[in-house]
């Protein structure tokens, strides 16, 4: 009998809702439907952790905690560097007397288990997800992320060239992230009153007003403070003010959310939003189908998994010019492209006011691209390989 192939998975964060997250439970399934391969996997505790506490796998928990995706000062650097201290106990008491042919980072920003791991001489596959900012910082991350791991994988093809150009390191290859077709009835406002109050479901059942949703935590990278300037600027000139679904935690204790909430209040914004928290998939997607489009502002992204959401269910995106997001998104085409700035989001989104058969046209194309660029079944076997290549 042929030993087995032992993969140790490590996830960042146990959020109920996330791309990366997804992607990581996509790794687990995949992963353990191969008789060729035993899996472990860490992954800080939370409601993702709790969740995949029925499969059939060795699993850790571990202290929350990477490398800050954005730079906001020094503190968070500080912190990070604090915890890694609690994380390498952590990782040295879960594997103490185990052995393992590779390790999967689902995030380069993983930084203390990618150090750990090569000093314990196992190979590794590490994702990048995110783009590093400011670029003199992601300079430097990535040549050193560039000595301990083994193989990298880009979610989009600007992370991969621009990995390239600063490394010269050619142990790298896209793999766009994709998702899992889901089969929905006729979907009813009415269905998400567990986790939006009737008010609210009254105005996504509303033809009154556009509606788009986005995704991610209230913070300063997925920048959502610019939805808000951009509704108040429809409201200052007298239009019809869209609605904005907003999906993800937003009770984060930081000074953004703070400024975000207090903007909301003070140009009384509040009957223009909708905050529903984390959503199991199956209510995002239920969210989606309501909307009329998807709102992507943030500062840094590789591949956010909303656009494969997005496309799969014929929902057109605008966008900031942000990671990989214009390899999907073509202005014009399936959305439209917009600058980090109020004006021109007001632009992009008052397109699809003006012009209501543009909306039908640009949901034809979203769902033809994502037929065209994400495929989950090829890119997870494509990763098999790899992984077999490496051991």
């Not at 915890?83 to 008491?93: E, M, P």
């Not at 073509?330 to 209501?356: A, M, R």
């Not at 058969?357 to 065209?372: H, M, P, Q």
Request: with cysteine; proline share 4%.
């Amino acid at each position: 009998m042929n030993k087995k192939i032992k993969l140790l998975f490590i996830s960042h964060s146990s959020a109920a809702a996330g791309g990366g997250e997804d992607d990581f439970e996509r790794l687990i399934n995949y992963f353990s439907g191969q008789p060729e391969y035993e899996i472990e996997y860490l992954i800080p505790p939370g409601a993702r952790s709790d969740k995949l506490k029925g499969t059939p796998h060795r699993k850790g928990n571990y202290l929350w905690g990477f490398l800050p995706v954005v730079y906001e000062g020094v503190i968070p650097y500080i912190k990070y560097f604090v915890k890694s201290f609690i994380q390498v106990y952590q990782f040295r008491k879960f594997t103490k007397g185990r052995k393992y042919d590779m390790c999967v980072l689902n995030v380069s920003v993983l930084l203390w288990p990618l150090i750990y791991f090569k000093l314990k001489k196992v190979k590794s596959v590490i994702f990048i997800r995110e783009t590093v900012e400011p670029e003199y910082i992601r300079n430097k991350f990535y040549r050193l992320i560039r000595k301990f791991g083994n193989y990298f994988i880009a979610v989009c093809r600007s992370i991969e060239i621009d990995y390239r150009n600063i490394t010269e390191d050619k142990r790298i290859e896209t793999l766009y992230s994709s998702v899992e077709e889901i089969n929905l009835k006729e979907i009813d406002a009415a269905d998400l009153t567990r986790y939006i109050s009737g008010d609210c479901i009254e105005k996504l059942s509303s033809d009154n007003s556009l509606k788009f949703i986005t995704v991610g935590e209230i913070g300063v990278r997925k920048n959502q403070k610019l939805i808000l300037e951009t509704l108040l600027t429809f409201k200052n000139r007298g239009l019809q003010v869209p609605i904005a679904l907003f999906v993800g935690n937003y009770k984060s204790d930081n000074s953004y959310t703070s400024d975000f909430f207090r903007f909301l209040k003070e140009n009384n914004l509040e009957d223009n939003c909708i905050f529903t928290g984390e959503l199991p998939r199956s209510e995002f997607i239920k969210c989606l189908k309501l909307s009329d489009a998807v709102l992507i502002t943030s500062h840094s992204e590789g591949m956010p998994l909303t656009v494969a959401d997005a496309f799969m269910n014929s929902k057109p995106i605008i966008s900031t010019k942000v990671g990989g997001v214009p390899e999907a998104v073509i202005d014009g085409f399936n959305g439209y492209l917009v600058e980090k700035n109020t004006e021109s989001l007001f632009e992009g989104i008052s397109k699809l006011y003006n012009d209501p058969g543009k909306l039908k046209i640009f949901s034809v194309n979203a769902y033809n691209t994502y037929a065209e660029k994400f495929n989950l079944n090829r890119n997870l076997n494509r990763l098999n390989v790899i992984f077999k290549e490496i051991i």
